[in-house]
């Protein structure tokens, strides 16, 4: 078995850190801790392991349960027909994966999830989460509302996505990018989850030209950066 087919299980428990990280998820909001261990059973939910590099999930795959990162992060990416990759977002601790497709019948991925470093998730059975449980639990009706409105937020997400993709220069598309980091963080200063490669990748950009229009724009004051680490300083000149 090849290294990036490895998965680890866990044989222990879903301990009470991975339960913390549960609660505070957009999936489990409004759902108290004690009525995550109840609901858990319900949704085969087990932990899994993940080296840096592996494959979470691959395009190409069949998929019957979702997932949500508990520790580490990973991205979903599509490769295109010349071997071009195109990340499509990236996902940390509390972040949901895979739930649209594996709610349809005999899906098939088309596109990839792999961990950044050590990465653990949780799986979870979306058709059982689809549906009530005998008792009709208020919370088990929570849960299905918040995975309407994670799916929402995740087309809204694309929408955005778009938004920087189609700017007409990649200065525009790195200004675009990184005001809407600054007002989803709330801050000036705001660390975004991509290095400069799955920058470009994400940009639809080529890395060099990235990195050199980074600089330019660093040069100018207009922004600060080091690693992943962003600073917008002063609004960039626009023409008359």
């Not at 088309?110 to 058709?127: F, H, M, P």
């Not at 208020?138 to 087309?155: C, G, K, M, S, Y």
Request: glycine share 4%.
């Amino acid at each position: 078995m090849k290294k990036n087919d490895t998965v680890h299980e866990d044989p222990k428990t879903i301990t009470k850190r991975d339960i913390a990280v549960l609660h505070q998820s957009r999936l489990f909001k409004g759902i108290t801790e004690a009525q995550l261990e109840t609901l858990l059973p319900c949704l085969n939910a087990h932990k899994q392991f993940y080296d840096k590099g592996d494959w979470i999930l691959r395009a190409g795959n069949p998929i019957d349960s979702s997932g949500l990162i508990l520790s580490g992060s990973a991205h979903v990416e599509r490769w295109d027909y010349w071997g071009t990759r195109h990340i499509v977002s990236a996902l940390e601790p509390g972040d949901l994966f895979g739930e649209s497709y594996a709610a349809v019948n005999d899906s098939v991925l088309n596109v990839s999830v792999q961990a950044d470093e050590e990465t653990s998730i949780l799986r979870l059975d979306l058709k059982k989460m689809l549906q009530m449980c005998a008792s009709a639990c208020p919370f088990h009706t929570r849960l299905i509302e918040n995975l309407v409105a994670l799916l929402a937020q995740r087309n809204l997400h694309l929408n955005e996505k778009l938004t920087y993709i189609t700017q007409h220069s990649l200065r525009d598309k790195i200004l675009s990018y990184l005001s809407a980091e600054s007002l989803r963080q709330h801050r000036s200063y705001f660390d975004i989850p991509f290095d400069r490669q799955q920058l470009a990748d994400y940009l639809n950009a080529d890395r060099s030209a990235l990195s050199s229009e980074l600089s330019r724009l660093k040069s100018e004051g207009i922004i600060d950066y080091q690693k992943n680490h962003f600073y917008l300083r002063v609004p960039p000149k626009r023409d008359e």
